[in-house]
């Protein structure tokens, strides 16, 4: 399968923990995108790469947030210090770069994360 | 904020129904994606609608883009309870602006 794969799946941490995900999109997508899903919401996006640049961030993702995605392939979202608030589905998708494909972006399966 | 409104949010039918879901925006955006997303699991895309007044089939979904581009529905032929799940509306202009979902419900 050579779908966006998300790890870990599930993560459950205590507050003021450091936690961080990783996403390995379709091999071929050169557009990395990660979005936050809370309960009875869609996804809201919190930021996105073209290849290792990251081109936009969400006012959502504060300081305790970063992500990076050093070789253009696989990237990393890391939630310092984390909070209650930062409960959610965190969610990594990818799209090809140009034209109309671009905007078909395709998720992983997310990760889980409880802060407790 | 949810820039998109997705109607209604919840949907219930016995198998064999026909059903319709809504999706609205004051913006307009250069295509609109429905996706299905089950519990646990990410967003699954179904289709991609980009011309305005375009109409997509796929099986038993119907997908209408309106001619404002700013307005979209997705209709269902006799459900299915494979059917059931998060039905999700996304305007997209690089990144998505998701609705909050239409949960549908199909009974067997």
């Known amino acids: 399968d050579t779908g966006v794969s998300q790890d870990p799946r599930h993560k459950i941490t205590k507050r003021g923990q450091n936690v961080t995900f990783r996403c390995d999109p379709i091999s071929e997508h050169n557009r990395l995108y990660w979005y936050r899903q809370t309960l009875g919401q869609g996804p809201e996006f919190l930021t996105y790469f073209q290849n290792e640049a990251q081109l ?11 992500a990076e995605r ?7 979202l890391e939630i310092q210090r984390t909070e209650q608030g930062d409960s959610a589905m965190y969610l990594c998708a990818s799209s090809q ?16 994360l409880t802060v407790t | 904020t949810q820039l998109l409104e997705q109607s209604p949010q919840f949907l219930s039918i016995q ?20 996706y299905r997303q089950e519990p646990g699991e990410g967003p699954v ?6 011309t305005g007044g375009e109409v997509k089939k796929l099986k038993r979904l119907t997908f209408q883009f309106g001619d404002a581009r700013k307005d979209s529905s997705l209709h269902i032929t006799a459900a299915q ?3 059931t799940g998060l039905y999700l509306c996304a305007g997209a202009n690089y990144k998505l602006s998701f609705g909050a979902g239409t949960t549908v419900t199909v009974r067997a």
Do not use: I
């Open chain 2, 45 to 50: 895309l179904l289709v991609t609608v980009v």
């Open chain 2, 81 to 83: 309870t494979g059917d």
């Open chain 1, 70 to 76: 050093p070789k253009g392939s696989f990237s990393t």
């Open chain 1, 56 to 66: 936009e961030k969400s006012r959502l993702l504060s300081d305790r947030f970063s």
């Open chain 2, 15 to 34: 198998e064999g129904e026909n059903l319709t879901v809504y999706c609205n925006s004051s913006s307009v955006f250069s295509s609109l994606q429905w």
């Open chain 1, 97 to 112: 770069g140009g034209g109309r494909l671009s905007y078909e972006q395709y998720f992983g399966p997310g990760t889980r």
